[in-house]
């Protein structure tokens, strides 16, 4: 009579362990999908046609979350570039707010992950302009597709 309860025990046992296993891994794994990013952003609108006049010579993310249109002069995985991106636009009297997200396009942050290894090298403010302003077109061309 044990014989026939403690192999069905054991038997429950494994299944659960194996099964526990197997959640925490799918779990984890799709976690791991999200990376860390530093956005620059520039301010919060709920008007569109103000956006367009306001980035009509500048290069922008905008992005729309809860009826707000949120836009965005910088973006980086590296804070300390999205500082150096602050205090450039400071400069020029820009106020800008480091918001840290999270991005899923893994594409995307490998070019992310190249221009932020040059924009940590830049040392002039045209030269770090330059790099933002391609690390924005790439934005919008691989994740906004604006």
């Not at 494994?14 to 891994?25: E, H, P, Q």
């Not at 249109?69 to 400071?90: E, Q």
């Amino acid at each position: 009579m044990r014989k026939n309860f403690i192999i069905p025990m054991l038997l429950a046992i494994l299944i659960g362990f194996f099964s526990a296993k197997f959640v925490f891994v799918e779990k984890t794994e799709r976690e791991e999908d999200y990376y860390n990013a530093y956005f620059l952003q520039q301010g919060v609108y709920t008007n569109r046609d103000v956006i367009d006049k306001y980035i009509k010579d500048r290069n922008a993310i905008v992005l729309k979350e809860d009826n707000k249109y949120y836009v965005y002069l910088g973006v980086t995985t590296d804070r300390d570039n999205a500082s150096k991106l602050k205090k450039i636009y400071d400069s020029n009297n820009q106020e800008l707010y480091i918001k840290k997200t999270k991005i899923d396009d893994i594409e995307f942050l490998k070019n992310l992950e190249q221009y932020d290894i040059l924009l940590s090298s830049a040392e002039k403010a045209d030269d770090v302009k330059s790099i933002n302003k391609a690390i924005i077109s790439s934005y919008q061309e691989m994740v906004n597709n604006n």
